[in-house]
């Protein structure tokens, strides 16, 4: 069965530009959870989609959005990037809520 | 405030070695408790404990749950170079659906 899978792995953007990750989960799980990795503040998390409803979200501002779709593919948007968004993008499944979460390899975002 | 903190920071040993590793948290609403292995890039599963699975083991890694001391604790024996790696605790809470908290980490070195 194939893995969490990200796109794309690697993007360099500006500052004031806007970026979508994709994120599609491994085959039959519902739940996506994305999260922030930096060097500083650790694995952070963002938003929890579960049946295209956003379940849970973080302690992060309204820049940063997200979505579900009916094949629990998910995207997270955030607008408006600043400097202090450089981060690795960690998105990841489970089969339903509260149940072990697999990991996709992550999209590393670079703001300069 | 904290609600995971994972000791020590960084660890360096000799192979062969065995190493401890701890997770300490918050008591309330404690749901599950999962370990994963990060290298350069998503981290891994390892484990997950539960109030009905406190105590976890595969090949030579173990793990244990004390609800009671509010804490965790990741055992390596026979520490191979492979072992190197970030080990990342993380703790689910109920009713806040797959949102869990992750600690900082520990670093792993393991040297020839």
């Known amino acids: 069965k194939a893995g969490v899978t990200q796109t794309p792995r690697y993007l360099i953007k500006t500052r004031g530009q806007q970026v979508t990750l994709s994120c599609s989960p491994i085959?039959?799980?519902?739940?996506v959870s994305w999260y922030q990795q930096t060097p500083g503040q650790g694995l952070q998390f963002l938003f929890e989609?579960?049946?295209?409803?956003?379940?849970n979200k973080g302690n992060f501002p309204g820049r940063f959005s997200g979505r579900q779709f009916s094949n629990s593919r998910s995207e997270m948007n955030v607008s408006t990037l600043e400097l202090g968004d450089s981060a690795l993008y960690l998105c990841?499944?489970?089969?339903?809520?509260?149940?072990?979460?697999?990991f996709g390899p992550g999209t590393r975002l670079t703001v300069l | 405030e904290d609600k995971v903190v994972q000791s020590p920071l960084s660890l360096v040993v000799h192979e062969g070695d065995t190493v401890t590793l701890n997770c300490s948290y918050e008591?309330?609403?404690?749901?599950?408790l999962l370990w994963y292995k990060q290298e350069k890039k998503a981290p891994t599963f390892l484990f997950m404990l539960?109030?009905?699975?406190i105590e976890k083991k595969s090949g030579r890694l173990s793990s244990i749950l004390d609800k009671k001391e509010l804490f965790s604790i990741l055992n390596i024996t026979a520490t191979q170079t492979g072992d190197s790696a970030v080990y990342l605790c993380?703790?689910?809470?109920?009713?806040?659906?797959?949102?869990?908290?992750f600690g900082t980490g520990t670093s792993l070195t393991v040297i020839p």
């Open positions: 990841a499944s489970s089969l339903v809520v509260a149940d072990t979460q697999y």
């Open positions: 085959s039959g799980h519902r739940s």
């Open positions: 989609y579960f049946s295209e409803t956003q379940r």
């Open positions: 008591v309330t609403n404690f749901r599950s």
């Open positions: 539960t109030s009905s699975g």
């Open positions: 993380a703790v689910g809470f109920l009713n806040t659906g797959n949102q869990f908290y």
